[in-house]
């Protein structure tokens, strides 16, 4: 057996640098000795600001007193072994933002002593689908709790109603009295039409198979601002021969949530809906004038799921979303969509 010491592996190593994961290596004092490239882009850190830090540097301040105690139990005992089993583990960036990471420990033997490889991969966008699947999980609950109470609270007292009404109308010999509750109970028909209408929209919009896509995103943000001050400018090219009824849907619920953020969020005056051909692209862009937001700080919080949802439905059917953003200066949200290339034809 062999008690050849190892060789401490250093930044310019091209296994060590070309590593998919964020490597660390510390010394018995707990010192940062090298990182590799993906470790300097995890914590938002230059090579020459990070070597030479303490490496309770890149722990949250709560967790630092913490993370010395398992440090010292593990350099009496070291062995290769994941940090944290069952935990969730986080980091801190240079600037003091939190991720969350998972940490994996290897003792390594050098001619210099015994050094500790730190494997750390951001499990950011992990977390961010788990929690994306969750909430869209509450959503679909909510939503049937909603579907569920229109129908029993409005439409049970409506049908109700109506049947009362026809016993009324069953009963009455009198012709005057009989042609007004019949027209009452035309009234009452004519409503529970409109209710079921607007649940059935709910569910899945049948502009898209009636009058087409562009005649709904028009009707979308006629509806859904209808109600407030803002000023909309809608300009929208004939596109439906160019998308298949996937993507036709993926359109609609994009501008959909994204309109929905600037009546909620945007604290806007006017909000642009652009929708066109470009190099073989179907692109839509919901622009507003409002307050803006910083991408990372919503990102993490609960109307990152938003946005989250919209880049997955695009990405369903190979589309993408981006989403551009300063304070004061409003936003703007693109989605890019394949378009229908015709098959050649044989001549």
Do not use: C, W
């Amino acid at each position: 057996m062999s008690d050849k010491k190892s060789r401490l592996p250093l930044p310019g190593d091209a296994l060590f640098d070309a590593a998919p994961d964020g490597i660390l290596i510390v010394d018995q004092r707990g010192v940062i000795r090298a990182a590799n490239h993906q470790a300097l882009r995890i914590f938002a850190y230059s090579e020459d600001e990070l070597v030479g830090l303490p490496v309770e540097a890149l722990v949250p301040d709560r967790a630092r007193s913490t993370h010395e105690a398992q440090r010292a139990e593990y350099s009496q005992s070291p062995r290769a072994r994941p940090m944290g089993m069952g935990l969730s583990l986080r980091g801190r960036r240079k600037d003091g933002h939190e991720l969350p990471v998972e940490i994996s420990l290897s003792p390594l033997e050098t001619d210099e002593g015994t050094y500790v490889i730190s494997i750390v991969r951001d499990v950011s966008e992990r977390v961010r689908y788990r929690e994306f699947g969750r909430a869209a999980l509450r959503a679909t609950e909510e939503e049937r709790r909603r579907i569920s109470l229109e129908l029993h609270d409005d439409m049970a007292q409506r049908l109700a109603t109506l049947l009362l009404s026809v016993r009324l109308i069953s009963g009455t010999e009198d012709e005057r009295q009989r042609e007004a509750f019949l027209a009452e109970l035309r009234e009452d028909i004519v409503e529970a039409a409109v209710t079921l209408n607007r649940i059935a929209h709910g569910l899945r919009p049948p502009a898209l198979e009636g009058v087409g896509v562009e005649a709904a995103l028009r009707g979308h943000v006629r509806t859904r601002l209808s109600e407030t001050d803002l000023d909309a400018d809608v300009e929208i090219d004939p596109v439906s021969e160019l998308l298949g009824e996937d993507e036709k849907l993926v359109l609609y619920r994009v501008v959909q949530e994204a309109i929905s953020n600037v009546v909620r969020h945007a604290q806007a005056s006017r909000v642009t809906l652009r929708v066109f051909e470009e190099e073989g692209r179907l692109v839509s862009e919901v622009i507003d004038d409002g307050k803006g937001f910083v991408f990372e700080e919503v990102e993490s919080g609960t109307r990152g799921l938003g946005l989250l949802g919209m880049r997955e439905r695009a990405g369903s059917v190979s589309g993408r979303v981006s989403v551009s953003s300063e304070l004061g200066e409003g936003t703007r949200i693109r989605l890019e969509l394949p378009v229908n290339v015709p098959e050649a034809v044989d001549v």
